[in-house]
């Protein structure tokens, strides 16, 4: 079964830097494209970043220029980079994950758990 294990995030001060880091429960598993959505309550799950398969990546206008998907292939890992963060950068981050399996590809809409960001002001 495919889980996605997501780590990091924290609360940070506005300014700071995080990362937070989502990784394939076995290594059967491979991360082929990935984003990185962010909801907070009342909200609707908002897309943040993306990396292809190939590495291309994209970014949400709000925040372009601080945050940097990136993936270690080695490591089945994808990370966000979150610099200059902000108060509304506050909210629950999830991993979303095309997977591969055996060079198949297996399903492109699994989750990781979610994980806590919380910038003070």
């Known amino acids: 079964q495919v889980q996605l294990v997501e780590s990091g995030g924290g609360l940070v001060q506005a300014g700071g830097s995080l990362s937070v880091s989502c990784a394939a429960s076995r290594s059967i598993f491979s991360i082929n494209a990935a984003g990185w959505y962010r909801q907070v309550p009342g909200k609707q799950r908002e897309l943040v970043a993306s990396?292809?398969?190939?590495?291309?990546?994209s970014y949400a206008d709000s925040v372009k220029g601080r945050f940097t998907i990136s993936r270690d292939n080695a490591k089945n890992t994808v990370y966000l980079q979150m610099n200059s963060l902000k108060p509304e950068d506050t909210a629950v981050y999830y991993c979303?994950?095309?997977?591969?399996?055996?060079?198949?590809?297996?399903?492109?809409?699994?989750w990781g758990q979610g994980t806590q960001v919380t910038v003070s002001s």
């Open positions: 990396i292809t398969s190939g590495g291309s990546t």
């Open positions: 979303n994950a095309e997977i591969r399996s055996l060079g198949i590809i297996i399903g492109n809409n699994y």
